[in-house]
């Protein structure tokens, strides 16, 4: 990607499509008519690019005990796109739109991974991520609500943090627990990333401790906002929400400007379109008077980041 002025406005039709509920009685059909006519709604107010959820195609599974092979068959996708999500990549490439998809992916050798694609505007895909970070646990917790067992059905990613240049703009990509973490984006910036696009699926209720269900979405937007400003990058967010054969998750979909402020949000926790002009020059702005990473960052002093999983001792 060649180097432009930090003074010279490039605008971006960003847009989140945010998904209601995906019941376990839905078809991949179904969901997909849905995408289409949200990637239509979002191209008819000037999108270029539309993010879609976290495991977009399903409902969330892994609230459900159920072994491996049960759930490759019902909701792993063996190959992206594959018969039923054919649809959305034709018209995607028919409108001139790209866009960002969650979904559970099973490769050739039967290896799982919650993986995301990002399409070009040709309907060709441009880059591919699978989630690094793993909440929940793997064992069955009879006494809890709900499972939450993405450590049972996915392995931990293989393929890092990477930034695509994606039709003039550099993206980078992520997936819901991803999201709270400040390396999943330092490393995408430090590789120029303009625009990182995520979705997600974050519970209402936290089986783990008894979180008040204000903060579900306030440590969700704090996260959301600090990367953003931190790092000079857009942030666009993509929720599945509302209440999944009972079980209820958060909306909260935002568009997120490199000032860290909330430029779209939705409103409801049904399939709702929010769309910005996002000017990518403001990232730019913020990446070099700011967080000019090459004159302000001092990486040996940061070492312990990489060297240390855990907490530790004080350093002597």
């Known amino acids: 990607m060649t180097s432009r002025p930090a003074t010279s406005p490039r605008f971006l039709g960003l847009a989140v499509a945010q998904m209601g509920p995906v019941h376990l009685s839905d078809s991949r059909e179904s969901v997909v008519a849905r995408l289409v006519d949200m990637l239509r709604q979002a191209h008819s107010r000037g999108a270029e690019f539309v993010t879609f959820p976290e495991l977009a195609l399903t409902t969330f ?112 990509m992520c997936l819901c627990n991803d999201r709270r973490w400040p390396e999943t984006y330092r490393v995408m910036a430090l590789q120029g990333a303009e625009v990182v696009v995520l979705g997600y699926n974050t519970p209402s209720l936290n089986i783990h401790w008894n979180e008040p269900v204000h903060l579900r979405t306030t440590t969700h937007l704090i996260s959301l906002q600090a990367n953003a400003y931190q790092n000079g990058i857009w942030v666009a967010a993509a929720a599945k929400c509302g209440s999944e054969d009972g079980h209820h998750m958060i909306g909260s979909s935002v568009i997120v400007a490199p000032s860290g402020e909330i430029v779209a949000r939705t409103v409801s926790e049904e399939d709702e379109v929010i769309c910005v002009r996002a000017d990518l020059a403001l990232g730019a702005h913020f990446r070099e008077h700011v967080f000019n990473f090459a004159k302000h960052r001092r990486p040996e002093h940061y070492r312990l980041i990489v060297e240390r999983t855990g907490a530790g001792d004080p350093l002597p």
């Open 61 to 172: 599974f892994p609230r459900y005990w159920m072994s491996e092979e049960e759930a490759h068959e019902r909701f792993f996708e063996r190959s992206m796109p594959g018969p039923a999500t054919q649809p959305l990549f034709d018209e995607a490439r028919r409108l001139g739109v790209g866009f960002y998809l969650g979904y559970a992916e099973l490769t050739e050798d039967g290896r799982g991974f919650n993986s995301a694609v990002i399409v070009g505007r040709d309907g060709s895909i441009a880059g591919r991520y699978r989630k690094i970070h793993l909440p929940g646990h793997s064992e069955h917790k009879p006494e809890a609500p709900f499972q939450h067992l993405e450590k049972k059905f996915f392995e931990v990613g293989d393929l890092g943090f990477r930034a695509f240049d994606t039709d003039g703009v550099r993206m980078g």
